[in-house]
């Protein structure tokens, strides 16, 4: 199991200690970088910055939102890191929720594993260099109805590989389902190496839809780090399980209320959703258990967490993103290894 870290949304504040922290990382083995984007700060450009003050980091979006971006544009753009990085691109893509897609992007959200299907084949053709074609639903290239002057075009830049590594950001068992289908991986944003059967259930099915699993199937899971006394580890991942089960989604449309429903916490999630949606936020905090915590981060004393990433080690996690990774890194590089 690989160690990356996880820059979250760049702004000028954060530049200075971003930048420390990934020439820390450099030095302690990390392997990868991983930058987002939401509504504000962008996921591309911050990778581009640090492209050129490390050597050998890979470098992934986890995620760049589809709706952001026409296939073709993000294609472009991953090319173009990926020359500029001499090849260390990962290119992490996500549908995201309606209340992004539409309220941001003004974007359809409607039928979403349809359009990742499109999107990641568009992107496919382009980063191959081929002629692209589409003729989808969602995307339709050349466009119809138009001027009737387009015409199919391949990439005028040469690819610095002819493949970038496409992993898909999902929690619902369709979309894991498509991602094993096909991408070449799949980025959790909440994993519980101690209840994954249903993860591997919809993995073998898109597999099986590819013809079988590849041997270089990436699972890079998002994963908070907290060392000290117990309960104290745990109000510092408190808030962000929080906002993500009540205030990242509307309720009916939550993806990461349904993923900790799913893992036996749907009591918990339905009083985080109410208090956080009532302005309480406090309270949902506070809602936010102890043991739903321990189930996708690793908080505790360093012996409590090195005793725990034997569970990620054998589970299907294959790169552990850490975030929030200041001034942890260096006991996690030490106690992983």
């Known amino acids: 199991m690989k160690l990356g870290i996880s820059l979250g949304y760049a702004d000028q504040a954060d530049l200075a200690a971003a930048d420390s922290l990934v020439a820390q990382a450099q030095d302690l083995g990390y392997e990868s970088i991983w930058s987002a984007e939401a509504y504000g700060a962008d996921a591309l450009t911050p990778l581009g910055w640090h492209a050129a003050r490390t050597r050998d980091l890979r470098l992934g979006t986890g995620v760049v939102q589809m709706s952001a971006r026409t296939p073709t544009a993000t294609a472009m753009a991953a090319m173009t890191l990926d020359h500029l990085s001499g090849g260390r691109m990962v290119l992490g893509l996500g549908a995201s929720g309606p209340q992004v897609v539409e309220g941001w992007y003004g974007q359809p959200y409607a039928r979403p594993l349809e359009r990742t299907r499109e999107y990641i084949g568009i992107v496919r053709s382009v980063i191959a260099r081929q002629v692209t074609v589409a003729e989808g639903r969602h995307y339709t290239l050349p466009y119809r109805p ?10 005028s830049l040469r690819p610095l590989r002819p493949a970038i590594p496409i992993l898909l950001g999902a929690e619902g068992p369709l979309n894991v389902a498509l991602a094993a289908e096909i991408a070449d991986g799949w980025i959790p944003a909440f994993y519980s190496p101690y209840d994954d059967l249903l993860h591997r259930t919809s993995l073998q099915e898109g597999f099986a839809r590819r013809g079988g699993a590849p041997d270089d199937f990436e699972i890079a899971s998002l994963v908070s780090v907290e060392f000290g006394e117990l309960e104290q580890a745990a109000d510092r991942v408190r808030p962000l399980l929080a906002l993500y089960i009540g205030g990242m989604g509307a309720k009916g449309a939550n993806f990461h209320y349904n993923a900790f429903a799913r893992l036996g916490f749907e009591d918990e999630c339905r009083r985080i959703q109410s208090a956080y949606l009532d302005g309480h936020q406090a309270e949902a905090i506070a809602a936010v258990s102890t043991a739903m915590v321990e189930k996708v ?41």
């Open 146 to 155: 138009g001027t009737g002057l387009g015409k199919p075009l391949r990439s």
């Open 297 to 337: 981060a690793l908080v505790g004393p360093p012996e409590k967490v090195a005793d725990e990433l034997a569970a990620w080690r054998e589970s299907l996690v294959t790169t552990l993103i850490v975030m929030n990774g200041r001034d942890k890194l260096q006991t996690l590089a030490k106690i992983a290894n």
